[in-house]
């Protein structure tokens, strides 16, 4: 249930309707939007009667939610989400590409590939310092070790770093060099995982898990949001289908269906969707057509040298030219993308 009211609304009203959610055992939550207040409801909310509501002062109108996902819901909040990192803004207008290998290497490739970033004009880089590999005989990834080389890339480059938190134990050491706490596809119903990091306060990117439906990945979305974080980017990153050419499907219609029905940045990552390097570009460009707000891409100087995910990884000058495509699409779209030619 959402109680609009007035954007001028006396304090005490607000809080009179508050009293009400809570002595009902449910969760007040309040949601300032440009033209009206809305007061979100979540819990066991099929007790309150939307006429008890009605009849409060400065209560305008109350909507009930159909959908079982509710603080990620357009219905909550039609304007979309805009995450603000100072020199650059994650949903809205604004394309982004977080760009970077898929595990974090030596510092000195590190360093790198982040020159190659910065001279793009790009502001996010991707690594992980914790690996989720299928086999525990693959390489797990550097650990603090590798944390300690994004945290030096960070201050050297001045980027953004977007990595992945595989458990709680580690959450507080990644928590403190990632800019954006990667929850992989494997974690997507890690439900403490979520909690614990949507308590963090600092934005989340929550990858679709790989057999989940878009009403999973929203209420999984909501386990963050109801921790009071609203700094939330999906990721649509290919789902398990009978296909065996690709290394997953890519779900493109997930897009415009999570951009209706969520106010949240969506981004998508055909690096794992195709998990074919050569054809990343294409998924690429039809991802930011379908509505996307951006692309996480796995980007090496040398793709058959990385370290994991070598094949599905695209070089410097591949992600050059898809950038230039994508600066033409934009407009297209109704969407902004700035960057340097390098
Ligand atoms: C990754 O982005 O590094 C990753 C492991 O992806 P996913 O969780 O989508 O498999
Ligand atoms: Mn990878």
Not at 27 to 36: A, F, L, R, V, Y
Request: net charge positive; aromatic share 6%; with cysteine.
């Amino acid at each position: 249930m959402l109680i609009i009211m007035g954007l001028n609304a006396p304090d005490k009203d607000i809080e009179r309707v508050k009293n009400k959610i809570i002595k009902a055992d449910c969760t007040p939550h309040e949601i300032p939007g440009s033209k009206k207040l809305a007061i979100g409801i979540t819990g066991a909310s099929e007790k309150l009667e939307r006429e008890q509501f009605l009849l409060l002062p400065s209560v305008e109108d109350v909507i009930r939610v159909t959908k079982k996902f509710k603080l990620v819901s357009r219905m909550m909040e039609p304007n979309d989400t805009v995450i603000d990192f100072g020199n650059a803004s994650i949903g809205g207008k604004e394309l982004n590409i977080i760009a970077g290998p898929c595990s974090v290497e030596d510092k000195d490739t590190m360093f790198r590939i982040a020159e190659e970033i910065k001279k793009l004009g790009l502001k996010f880089m991707r690594g992980g310092a914790y690996k989720p590999r299928s086999s525990p005989y693959s390489f797990q990834g550097l650990k603090e070790k590798g944390l300690k080389i994004l945290d030096e890339v960070k201050k050297e480059f001045d980027l953004k770093i977007v990595t992945e938190v595989l458990n709680p134990r580690n959450l507080k050491a990644v928590a403190d060099v990632a800019d954006v706490i990667q929850i992989g596809s494997r974690n997507m119903q890690n439900f403490a995982l979520l909690q614990e990091a949507g308590a963090v306060g600092k934005p989340v990117l929550l990858k679709r898990g790989m057999s989940a439906t878009i009403e999973d990945f929203l209420l999984s979305a909501e386990y963050i949001i109801n921790q009071n974080n609203y700094n939330i980017i999906l990721c649509e990153r290919g789902i398990r289908t009978f296909e065996t050419a690709t290394r997953n499907t890519l779900d493109l219609n997930a897009v415009p269906v999570i951009k209706t029905n969520s106010h949240l940045p969506l981004f998508v990552d055909p690096s794992h969707g195709i998990g074919i390097g050569a054809k990343v570009p294409a998924m690429s460009l039809a991802a930011i057509a379908a509505g996307a707000n951006g692309l996480i891409l796995e980007v090496h100087l040398e793709p058959s040298k990385a370290w994991s995910d070598g094949y599905q990884t695209i070089s410097i000058n591949t992600l050059k030219h898809l950038m230039s495509k994508i600066k033409r699409l934009a407009p297209i779209v109704e969407k902004e993308f700035n960057f340097s030619e390098g």
